[in-house]
């Protein structure tokens, strides 16, 4: 499966949005980890929609709920032997899509960069 990565856009959220940074319009893969809705452990490959510092949007064909806790895993690695670290997230956003759900998830804690924005111009 060839990725294809676009080209990164700054992007304002409105007004009555909570979130507080700028996103990335930015593809690139990751993996997601936790608890389904029906409570059984998934594992699933992704690509994201948008990032920032403190979290992202991709789209999940795994059913998940509000509020409960995902891990993620950027695999998209600045080097062969520099994997991106494991960062906890919790899902503060669900919207049907037709082949599972937009999911927007929100960081939980702080620590080393969770991915590498790539720099806009």
């Known amino acids: ?5 676009a080209e990164p856009t700054r992007i304002r959220m409105h007004i009555n949005d909570r979130r507080r940074e700028t996103r990335e319009r930015c593809e690139f893969p990751i993996e997601v980890s936790g608890f389904d809705a029906g409570r059984e452990f998934f594992t699933e490959q992704t690509i994201t929609l ?3 510092p403190c979290g992202c949007r991709f789209l999940l064909r795994t059913p998940v709920e509000l ?3 995902v891990a993620i895993r950027s695999l998209h690695a600045i080097t062969p032997h ?4 494991t960062v906890l997230f919790q899902i503060v956003y669900t919207q049907p899509a037709d082949l599972g759900s937009i999911v927007g998830v929100s960081r939980l804690h702080a620590g080393p960069t969770w ?3 790539p720099m806009a111009g």
Do not use: E, H, N, Y
Request: a neutral charge; proline letters at 11%; zero cysteines.
């Open 1 to 5: 499966m060839k990725l294809q990565i």
């Open 50 to 52: 948008d990032v920032s």
């Open 67 to 69: 509020g409960s806790v």
């Open 82 to 85: 520099a994997p991106m670290p």
């Open 115 to 117: 991915v590498t924005l």
